[in-house]
């Protein structure tokens, strides 16, 4: 009975895993034979030689970087079952000096891993969309001129939508994604039976006679090939929501063998039919198919659109938890799962950026030297924090680490080196979009360890202040107050406010601070620490890991196993408002500091961020200067 329900478990997630994971890699079709062949920069002449040379040159992309890196290797770094560029970088700082030039290394290497997932997120929704609505145009000409307002309307749509959350549509991404892959299984197929010849590029042989006999235009290729392989990183990033046996199973046994099918079918029309380069994909169906393919082609790229989208909202929330974003609106949407959010701001950057890039290129296929940057780009971080992980968590030899790394080194070198000579036609915008992310998100950490600094200078320590007050001389009022500081050791600043200002301190004092540690989640047996302290003082440390909601208010209910019994309606919260001011000369460069002081005046509440009743608030001012 208990394999039968674990089997029907696995079953599900699988199907899950289809509709949710694979939504990215699985639309690659609509647009990587067409850039290869018929693409704006460095088509491949349609021969036979050339076709089978690019088909083993996919097949073995597949097999190599997405099968064996990532679904065999990579996946194997999971912080606690989570996985994604975030994730990993946590664990390869382990067991490192914090101060020292290797860790520093990670953590840039990390944070521009995650700024360039944020390009990512930007351009999967247009040039998927796009790709999908620029079927119509092979239908009849006639569409041309509407492909761009049915591709924006269908983005605002999507985006529209998130904050009603993917709960209510997402029992049917699995499903759709299903008949997607059956899909380009069935047209792949149909063309290759017509022409079986094209699997002899299996052999690996002619990627390599491709390569030798075309070596310039072979290495401009590889820009083209490396679409085939967009959405890889989902597979390791979507691993906590389901783990890697589905994750693993649907690609092995589903996934990638549709991806195979299709990718030879095209391969296979266009040597019978060199004419429907203009749109393979498309031309792999009969006339009568047409608009129905259209129609499931433009659900497969929201549905892949939609993973993109909340993977930036998850690993925006990480990055708010370790202290790398100001403190955004965060909406739960579903009441049952804990990773369905929604983050307005982060939704409307989104839409913003997408709309201005499907203006901007206007096509798929100027889309796709923006893209191959992005993906390869992250690649090639993966590869590095891989393995720092390999030495530090799993005790290789840096020597073995770097040899069983260095073949993937190599081939996404290659492919990041094929792309970055289109960076003067499109493959600037991730780079540039992700350097802007990146300085925000180190600004903000600088930022805030600098404000850290300022409060320290002028702290108090919390011991010996709290002998004096219990010496006598401060009034005591019933209730209880809890003053939120980042060091517990220390006064906070708002309870020196409030003495200053009320010449009186509640009967019960709670001084409470904030952990984040680098693993995805603490249970709650560990949530909080309780110190009790002279004078009815308490010292309460709340701990979180980085996918964690915080929730102030219930973690303090948990205090009572630990006998401090909190009435959270006689409680008072008192938090600190600092007023920045930037300073020439200081230890951050004035511009950052200005870029800073922006931040923080447009962060999100704490009272919001932490669940805490606003009625029940009270905020103390004070001005820092930088």
Not at 37 to 57: E, K, M, R, Y
Not at 107 to 130: K, N, Q
Not at 401 to 408: D, E, N, R, Y
Not at 423 to 447: A, E, Q, S
Request: net charge neutral.
């Amino acid at each position: 009975m208990q394999q039968k329900q674990d089997n029907k478990r696995l079953a599900t997630l699988t199907l899950a895993a289809l509709g949710i994971v694979y939504g990215d890699i699985g639309t690659s079709p609509l647009y990587s034979i067409k850039e290869v062949f018929g693409g704006a920069h460095h088509p491949v002449p349609i021969t036979p030689d050339n076709v089978l040379g690019i088909l083993s040159l996919f097949f073995w992309s597949l097999i190599i970087v997405v099968t064996v890196k990532y679904v065999a290797f990579i996946m194997r770094a999971n912080n606690k079952g989570e996985g994604g560029i975030i994730a990993l970088m946590t664990l390869a700082l382990h067991k490192g000096r914090p101060d020292s030039w290797q860790q520093k290394l990670l953590i840039t290497l990390g944070l521009f891993g995650a700024a360039l997932f944020y390009g990512d997120g930007v351009i999967t929704p247009a040039i998927s969309v796009l790709s999908a609505v620029e079927g119509l145009e092979i239908i009849t000409p006639a569409f041309k001129p509407y492909i761009l307002p049915i591709t924006l309307v269908v983005l605002v749509g999507l985006f529209l939508f998130q904050r009603r959350g993917t709960a209510s549509v997402g029992a049917l991404f699995g499903p759709v994604m299903v008949l997607w892959f059956a899909v380009l299984a069935v047209l792949g197929t149909l063309s290759i039976i017509e022409h079986p010849g094209v699997l002899m590029a299996i052999n690996p042989l002619y990627a390599f006679q491709f390569l030798l006999g075309n070596s310039l235009l072979g290495f401009f290729a590889l820009g083209a090939v490396v679409l085939c392989m967009t959405g890889a990183e989902a597979l390791y990033a979507d691993m906590g929501h389901f783990g890697a046996r589905p994750i693993q199973y649907a690609w092995l046994g589903y996934v990638m063998p549709a991806l195979l099918i299709n990718y030879f079918g095209q391969g296979a029309l266009l040597l019978a039919d060199p004419s429907a380069v203009e749109n393979p994909f498309y031309r792999l169906a009969p006339e009568w198919a047409m608009y129905p393919l259209v129609v499931l082609s433009t659900v497969a790229t929201i549905i892949a659109s939609q993973a993109v989208i909340s993977g930036a909202f998850s690993i925006t929330q990480q990055a708010i938890q370790l202290g790398y974003t100001p403190r955004l609106e965060i909406q739960h949407t579903s009441d049952r799962e804990i990773g369905q959010i929604y983050l307005p701001g982060i939704n409307w950057l989104l839409l913003v950026s997408i709309i201005a890039l499907v203006i901007e290129f206007g096509s798929s296929s100027n889309l796709a030297a923006a893209y191959g940057i992005a993906v390869t780009g992250t690649m090639l971080i993966t590869n590095i924090l891989a393995i720092a992980v390999a030495v530090r968590l799993w005790n290789w030899s840096p020597l073995r680490a770097v040899l069983g790394a260095l073949p993937f080194i190599c081939i996404d070198l290659a492919f990041f080196l094929a792309n970055s000579i289109k960076i003067p036609d499109g493959g600037w915008f991730p780079l540039v979009f992700g350097l802007v992310i990146f300085i925000l998100l180190t600004t903000w950490k600088r930022g805030r360890e600098l404000l850290g600094m300022r409060l320290a200078q002028d702290a108090m320590e919390l011991k010996p202040f709290i002998a004096s007050i219990t010496e006598g001389g401060v009034e005591r009022v019933p209730g209880t107050a809890v003053f939120m500081t980042p060091n517990p050791a220390t006064v906070p600043h708002a309870l020196l406010h409030s003495l200053k200002h009320y010449k009186a301190l509640h009967e019960q004092v709670i001084i409470l601070s904030v952990q984040v540690f680098d693993v995805p989640f603490v249970p709650d047996v560990d949530r909080v620490e309780v110190h009790h302290l002279d004078g009815n003082f308490h010292q309460v440390i709340v701990q979180y890991g980085f996918k964690d909601e915080p929730d102030i208010p219930a973690a303090l209910a948990l205090c009572a196993e630990a006998g401090l019994a909190i009435d959270m309606m006689d409680t008072s919260f008192f938090l600190g408002r600092e007023t920045l001011i930037p300073k020439l000369g200081s230890e951050m460069a004035y511009w950052r500091s200005l870029i800073f002081v922006a931040m923080f005046r447009n962060a999100g509440s704490a009272t919001a961020f932490f669940r805490i009743p606003s009625n029940r608030v009270v905020e103390l001012g004070s001005q820092v200067v930088l």
